[in-house]
């Protein structure tokens, strides 16, 4: 039944869905029936041009995350772990946290061009804020009683780090990434939406100034599926390399 459970939301909505659509009352543009949106969905992964432009967003995606899970890292850990840099960093990303980076995408396009470069450029700005403050946390958090068991023993201080602050930080590193990783995708595909002639977030745009709700509907439900599907690989990841701390959750 627990596993059962997301299922059962989803096949109610889309009986909601498919009610409202064959009701009469809202114009099909607006609410495509699940049929028309699965033939358009079928049709989308018949198209090599299609595949393709999926293949182009993840690229995107992948390259801004990517290097942002580098940097970000390495910065957090070094806000973590120095005062000096916490002092010098930390009123920096607090306070441009809020600041919306999307509203920097026309100064990017100016620098970088209209091409990938300033929309991988944006997710990299996007997906840096949560590593860093999240990672910063985590191995700031790290156990007195560790690193002190750790001296004692003689342990360097790379030692350290590699052996005590690195797993114990791990936990919080792989959830800025979680956080990070949708976020990736979701500059993404606005860029695309925006200023761009390839690429999913193209395609939303161009079917729906087309009026193809049904091909729009589509496009946005291998979005979701490519979402959920990052997202469970990324889980995995992290309990293969997180042993000891599984990702469970326990209900009382």
Request: some cysteine.
């Amino acid at each position: 039944m627990r596993r059962a459970a997301p299922l059962i939301l989803v096949l109610a909505i889309l009986l909601a869905w498919e009610a409202v659509a064959r009701s009469g009352h809202w114009n099909p543009l607006l609410f495509p029936s699940l049929s028309r949106i699965v033939h358009e969905l079928i049709a989308f992964f018949g198209r090599p041009e299609s595949l393709m432009e999926a293949w182009v967003s993840l690229q995107r995606a992948f390259a801004g995350f990517a290097l942002a899970a580098i940097a970000g890292v390495t910065i957090g850990m070094l806000m973590g772990r120095s005062k000096w840099f916490a002092a010098l960093l930390d009123p920096l990303f607090s306070g441009t946290y809020a600041v919306p980076k999307l509203a920097l995408f026309p100064i990017f396009i100016f620098v970088f061009g209209i091409g990938s470069l300033s929309k991988v450029a944006l997710v990299f700005l996007e997906c840096l804020y949560p590593i860093v403050i999240v990672t910063s946390q985590g191995a700031r958090g790290v156990s007195r009683v560790l690193l002190w068991s750790a001296r004692n023993m003689g342990a360097s201080g790379a030692a350290t780090l590699r052996r005590v602050v690195i797993p114990a930080a791990a936990p919080f590193i792989f959830a800025g990434l979680r956080i990070a990783l949708p976020i990736a995708l979701i500059v993404v595909i606005i860029t695309e939406m925006v200023s761009s002639a390839d690429g999913l977030g193209y395609l939303v745009i161009y079917s729906l100034a087309s009026l193809k709700t049904d091909r729009m509907l589509a496009v946005v439900v291998v979005i979701a599926a490519l979402g959920w599907a990052l997202d469970r690989a990324l889980v995995m990841l992290r309990d293969r390399l997180v042993y000891w701390e599984k990702l469970e959750t326990y209900y009382v």
